[in-house]
């Protein structure tokens, strides 16, 4: 496990307690631009939503990635083509298992990079981040 000091505060951080700061200053930041927050940290048997939200007629699933060092790229760049895999298949087993949602869907990654002193100095929305594949496209 890694774990980071923040050496103004005298606090240690580890990758789940930045994971955690980073999906609150996700939330305000999303709240900030008109998203609904509709639910925080959906679990399924196939992983894990961050937020999932409500933009004007958009269900938005909502990936967090949160990064205090760029030693192993951006936040954005740490989504693999598996973890874009397992989103696609939560946001499917989501609309299938709930009802009453809009009709349209995508899903959004916020990309924040955090300061020693654990204060966002980059947030940033992708927007449909992730395109929906069809499974009959080969």
């Not at 930041?29 to 961050?50: A, N, Q, S, T």
């Amino acid at each position: 496990m890694s774990f980071r000091v923040n050496s103004l505060m005298g606090q240690v951080m580890n990758r789940q307690e930045v994971g955690k700061l980073g999906e609150k200053i996700a939330r305000k930041f999303l709240k900030k631009r008109g998203y609904r927050i509709r639910e925080v940290g959906f679990r399924c048997p196939h992983g894990e939503i961050d937020i999932i939200a409500q933009q004007k007629d958009y269900l938005v699933f909502v990936e967090v990635r949160t990064k205090s060092n760029l030693d192993f790229g951006t936040p954005e760049e740490s989504i693999t083509q598996a973890k874009k895999k397992k989103l696609i298949a939560l946001a499917l087993t989501y609309t299938n298992t709930h009802q009453n949602l809009p009709s349209l869907w995508r899903i959004d990654v916020v990309a924040i990079e955090l300061d020693d002193k654990g204060q966002p100095t980059r947030i940033e929305l992708i927007e449909n981040a992730i395109e929906q594949v069809s499974p009959f496209n080969c």
